[in-house]
């Protein structure tokens, strides 16, 4: 492990070299650097999470959140910043936002701080249970992860996750289990959906009856695509991709992006 890792600085420091070689002199790469959530990330511009209006987004939903997250809010920026860019193409759009599996409200609250969304005019349809995984629900083999997970960072956070959202008129907070739950929302057409369900069964039921809504150019961010011990998921995934002629970006962030 060493020399590999060894290997891969000197490929690092090569590549670097050879592309300041390259350019003239008064060029350098640039000194940004970010390492959170799993993955990091050095000689890149990152001003992307370190824009002020995307940081003031991200601030006021992590200080909304830290109630859900008694160790610290996780370091999400760049997740966050994936959903406000989806997001953001969803305002030429139309059709509602949408996000299943919201918890307290993270990512949902960055891209409504994020868009202004009480001036856009658009409903935001935030379904969860708000109480953790439906562990009865989901198929055997994946009860045991989701109790682990349940264990491990969820609790009734429904009145939590209401006072978040309070500020936003058009929030519509829908307490239960999907798809059943999606009966107690009217949505005509999507031009935002956010997915992060924790289970290949519930997200693709879910996706099978929402995909028919998003409208064309609408976006999927799919939150743990590409995370590990998420196999299951990320296969369904490109399963349902692959019966529409259509391929997801994996992000180093783990998310997946399917467009419509």
């Known amino acids: 492990m060493a020399n590999s890792l060894s290997q891969l600085r000197k490929l690092e420091k090569a590549a670097g070299n050879w592309l300041l070689r390259c350019l003239p002199h008064k060029y350098s790469l640039p000194k940004w650097v970010y390492a959170a959530d799993g993955f990091a990330v050095r000689s890149k511009d990152i001003r992307c999470i370190l824009d002020e209006r995307f940081m003031l987004a991200y ?4 200080r909304l959140n830290a109630e859900a997250w008694p160790g610290g809010v996780p370091d999400v920026r760049w997740r966050a910043h994936v959903c406000c860019w989806a997001a953001h193409n ?6 509602d936002f949408v996000e299943c599996g919201v918890f307290a409200g993270i990512f949902s609250l960055t891209v409504m701080n994020y868009l202004d969304f009480n001036a856009t005019g658009r409903h935001f349809h935030l ?5 953790g995984l439906p562990v009865s629900e989901l198929p055997e083999s994946e009860q045991s992860m989701a109790r682990d997970i349940n264990k491990a960072l969820y609790f009734d956070c429904f009145e939590l996750a209401q006072r978040n959202f309070s500020g936003f008129k058009h929030a519509h907070l ?10 107690s929302a009217s949505i005509d057409k999507i031009a935002y959906l956010s997915m992060d369900l924790n289970s290949a069964s519930a997200e693709e039921a879910t996706i099978e009856r929402l995909w028919p809504k998003l409208v064309r150019g609408g976006m999927v961010v799919i939150d743990d695509y590409a995370f590990p011990g998420h196999t299951a998921q990320y296969d369904m995934w490109n399963r349902f991709a692959a019966k529409s002629g259509r391929l997801i970006l994996t992000v180093p962030t783990g998310q997946g992006i399917l467009v419509k």
């Open 90 to 95: 969803g305002l030429r759009l139309e059709g």
């Open 59 to 62: 601030k006021a939903a992590e």
């Open 127 to 131: 379904f969860d249970t708000f109480d």
């Open 174 to 183: 829908v307490k239960g289990i999907l798809p059943g739950s999606l009966d």
